[in-house]
């Protein structure tokens, strides 16, 4: 707590002791809030070479990412990373099963696409 600053102490007329206290000094104005850093987005889980993938996606702990151009589809299953031979694949949607099974369903031009049918290239 701070000790009180000093006043004047004025006597009325009527002998009746009244207290002239100092203004208030005027506040400092705020200073200027410094401007937000731009978030940063999450670093691709998948190697730089094969550039940005047509299709992603996450869902219960698995990823995909599919990049037509190099024709290779990756899969991360709780981190553990398979690629793929995508073939003549144009894959272009996805399907992700919920719950426990953690399956995914990939469709191409014609199709349905068995990733079991796919070359694992690791």
Known sequence: MQPFRACRVVLSLAGQEVRAVEPMKPMEPMKPMEPMKPMKGAE???PKDLGEPATSG???G???AFFPDKRRLL???DGQVSTYDS???RIGGV???DGTAKTLT???QDGEVDLGALKKLD
Do not use: E, I, L, S
């Open 106 to 108: 990939f469709t191409g």
């Open 62 to 64: 698995m990823k995909y």
């Open 44 to 46: 691709p889980w998948w």
């Open 75 to 77: 899969v991360d299953r």
């Open 87 to 89: 073939g003549d694949h």
């Open 95 to 97: 399907a992700q099963g």
């Open 58 to 60: 996450a869902q219960n």
